[in-house]
């Protein structure tokens, strides 16, 4: 009595089960084209979209976005008064080197010049003055403040001034600021003899040298890729053939390699756990003791990780966490592992006959990150169209004087020179204060762009992904449907290509659009609560918090509906808004096996994901990082030592993911697709021979379903 009370609450409130129909056999030949007005809106937004990059790219100059700026402000070589001067020298590095610069700035004079330094020079103050000698190696914030400096006094004041650099050595470039030391230590013993200061110096000199290490940290990486390019495409096609094994071995022994992912996976983590433990007890022992590594920075880093107890600690305490929790879901949810393990199963039949659709998202991928591109090239453009800014700066030091202008005022650069000059003479230009470059100004035009140009790329994001989750969904559909897995056609994927193309794009725009309305409101969120972070208020944290929370639920409960709503559009041609209904009155008509069923098979398919990346990293840490040398696959077959061992195994694991991932994408949708036709195939029929069922025979043995004999269908 209780359940037939449940069932007709349900039946009340997520419609009656779907009835059987004689002449359906799959998705459906007979279908129209499906929300045409939102496939002409998304035609029309990116037409426009496009017109809006052309604009971007007629009106913008992104190479001015690296221009370097010197204290006044000057953009360089590119202003008018440092057009031939397009390197910036620093007065004291050391001063953009602390984390306040972050805040504020780089504090130091900073100046445009023609080249960087390719020599030591200090000014000497305290003996002799030669002019020649000045002129030739003094680097000071303008040339008018150098060409004041006649004598030892006016060189004393304009170094006291920090007007002008009293000592710089040999610079190189870097994105043309001259940053990169070459400091001697006979230039060291230079300074210190005219009582300079040199701790400071040399401390700096070590940061500066860490930071342009970086150069030759990656001329080795380089080096090493080199010597290892034909390992890794061997690790990428051997990926590929694991990940391909692996589905092909689901075929027959689902079970067995699921079950033996998670032990695994287990016995990796144990072995993790035992790992961090023993170095940790290790490294706390007073009687050992850790040999320093003499060599390159970033090893040296590596290994005082290494040699750190709290690392392994973590690492430690982190894998038997994780490993608990595997041994629970393991356990209280082991009954629903088998339905999960037959779902699989049918997935890798599905695949198998399909195996194009392995390949499929290659495409739609490439196409993500085209958007991903245009959106990010058209944001510089955008931003490089604003018109160029000039404020004033400097005035409140006192030693300027100006008509109409305080701190802060716009400006230009021709009239600040005729309305400001020193406060002691009318002739002589403003040296502490100027009219210099503050930003692109974006004004209301610019701004609107922007935010289209960031809603683009969250439709065209979604609406490419839409586009493969209903391909597939078609091509899986198609399989589930035909009655003898052997009159699937060969042409599966190519079908449903040309059907979702041809009549269903709208239903993609449709839920792509209403997937990027939700991904807008949430950058527009995040953006906001950047901008209100400086003024701590408690109460805008909170709702701003709620509406994160809200919204990231939101999203997901969308992404739901939107998976399964191409799903039925796809088998049964419907426009959205009723496959999206038809759909989620189906799922919650099965509740209680889509809460189980889908989410423990999306978990089973991290756990092989993971299985295959760790077992191709281990054998590629027995390649590169455990033999001290590597045979080059080369007509040299010589034997090199590789600079960073564990760049290479992190590119296999990175690389490996990525293939993994991708495979088991396909097999995600198949089970996604393969469980809806399961639920419908459950209310169609009933297993007589008139309304058989087209789920397999295990899936049927699982459930206590048959079919009353062999049906002639074909």
């Known amino acids: 009595m209780a ?230 495409v061997m690790g990428l096609l051997l990926a590929m053939v694991v990940s391909l094994v692996y589905i092909f071995l689901l075929r027959f022994f689902a079970g067995i390699i699921v079950w033996l992912s998670i032990l695994g996976l287990i016995i990796l983590l144990g072995c993790g756990a035992y790992f961090g433990y023993s170095n940790y007890t290790k490294l706390q022992d007073p009687n050992f003791k850790v040999v320093p590594e003499e060599s390159t920075n970033l090893k040296q880093q590596v290994s005082k990780l ?37 779902l699989i199963k049918e997935g890798s039949k599905a695949v198998g006959n399909t195996i194009s659709s392995l390949f499929f998202p290659i495409i739609p991928w490439c196409l993500q ?77 610019l701004l609107y762009l922007h935010l289209i140009n960031l809603f683009g790329m969250f439709w065209g994001i979604w609406f490419v992904s839409g586009l493969n989750q209903m391909i597939l969904s078609s091509t899986f559909a198609t399989w589930y449907w035909t009655f003898k897995k052997r009159n699937v056609p060969f042409f599966a994927v190519t079908e449903a290509i040309a059907r979702v193309v041809w009549y269903h794009m709208g239903t993609i725009a449709f839920g792509s659009l209403i997937l990027a309305i939700c ?64 759909a989620f009155q189906l799922l919650m008509r099965n509740v209680i096996r889509v809460v189980f069923v889908d989410k423990v098979t999306d978990f089973l398919f991290f756990l092989g994901k993971m299985v295959i990346t760790i077992g191709m990293m281990v054998l590629s840490y027995f390649v590169f990082v455990k033999p001290s040398t590597l045979r080059l696959l080369d007509n040299s077959s010589r034997d090199v030592q590789l600079n960073y061992p564990w760049f290479p195994l992190a590119v296999v694991g990175f690389t490996t993911y990525i293939v993994a991932s991708l495979f088991f994408s396909v097999y995600s949708v198949a089970v996604d697709t393969l469980f809806l036709c399961f639920l419908e195939d459950c209310e169609r029929n009933d297993g007589s021979s008139e309304k058989p069922y087209f789920m397999s025979k295990e899936l049927m043995r699982i459930l206590n379903k048959k079919n009353v004999k062999p049906n002639k269908i074909k």
């Not at 110096?201 to 001329?219: C, P, R, W, Y």
């Open 3 to 232: 359940r037939a009370q449940v069932e007709d609450v349900v039946k009340s409130k997520y419609g009656s089960p779907l009835k059987f129909e004689p002449d359906f056999n799959g998705p459906r030949k007979n279908r129209s084209c499906t929300d045409i007005l939102c496939l002409l809106l998304f035609v029309v937004f990116l037409v426009a979209w496009g017109f809006i990059g052309m604009y971007a790219y007629k009106t913008g100059d992104i190479t001015t976005l690296t221009v370097p700026v010197d204290s006044y402000r000057q953009r360089c070589g590119k202003d008018a008064d440092v057009k031939n001067k397009t390197f910036l020298f620093f007065f004291d590095m050391s001063v953009c080197l602390s984390a306040q610069t972050v805040w504020d700035g780089c504090k130091t004079p900073q100046v445009c010049v023609s080249k960087c330094p390719d020599y030591f020079w200090i000014a000497d103050v305290d003996t002799t003055y030669n002019q020649e000698i000045v002129n030739k190696y003094l680097i000071c914030v303008s040339d008018a403040v150098k060409a004041k400096v006649i004598d030892l006094n006016s060189l004393k004041s304009a170094i006291n001034n920090n007007l002008c650099a009293r000592y710089y050595f040999p610079l190189s470039p870097i994105a043309n600021r001259c940053i990169q030391p070459n400091l001697s230590q006979d230039n060291i013993n230079k300074l210190a003899q005219l009582g300079i200061n040199t701790t400071s110096i040399l401390q700096d000199s070590t940061i500066l040298k860490d930071f342009s290490s970086l150069n030759e940290i990656a001329t080795k990486i380089l080096q090493d890729f080199e010597a290892t390019w034909r390992y890794l």
């Open 306 to 342: 290494l040699n750190t107890p709290m690392f392994w600690m973590v690492l430690g305490i982190f894998c038997v966490i994780v490993l608990v929790l595997i041994a629970f879901i393991v356990i209280f949810l082991r009954s629903r592992i088998s339905i999960a393990v037959t």
């Open 369 to 445: 990150l085209a958007v991903i591109l245009w959106a990010a090239v058209m944001f510089l453009y955008l931003y490089a169209s604003g018109s160029e800014m000039f404020k004033v700066f400097g005035l409140s030091n006192g030693n300027c004087i100006c008509t109409n202008y305080k701190d802060n005022d716009t400006c230009t650069i021709d009239q600040f020179k005729k309305d400001c000059h020193q406060i002691n003479t009318v002739s002589d230009a403003c040296i502490d204060a100027g009219c210099g470059f503050f930003s692109y100004q974006v004004d209301n035009l």
């Open 519 to 582: 991904s807008f409101i949430r950058a527009m969120i995040e953006f906001a609560e950047q901008k209100l972070k400086k003024y701590d208020n408690p109460v805008t944290k909170a709702i701003l918090c709620c509406a994160k929370c809200f919204f990231w639920c939101l999203h997901k409960f969308l992404c739901f509906i939107n998976r399964n709503a191409y799903i039925m559009c796809a088998i049964h041609g419907k426009n959205f808004c009723a496959s999206a209904k038809d």
